[in-house]
């Protein structure tokens, strides 16, 4: 599986819970909004993570 930012973009607007983290890494660690899209890919969906499906179903959807 790989990251592809509009995905990521997508999944993050259908979710609450992980539009907070993503605010929540932008300013806790002074990142731009596409730096912390990626960390946030590797943190909740990459290597089982809780929304790997979600983020894969998006992939079948295209």
Known sequence: ???????MKQ??????????KLKQLMEEHDL??????K???HAEVADSGK???AY???????
């Open 51 to 53: 929304y790997m499906e």
């Open 1 to 7: 599986m790989r990251y592809i930012k509009s995905q």
């Open 32 to 37: 731009e909004k596409s730096f912390a899209l």
């Open 11 to 20: 999944l993050v607007r259908e979710d609450s819970r992980l539009q907070q």
């Open 39 to 41: 960390a946030l890919y």
């Open 56 to 62: 894969q179903e998006l992939d079948h959807l295209k």
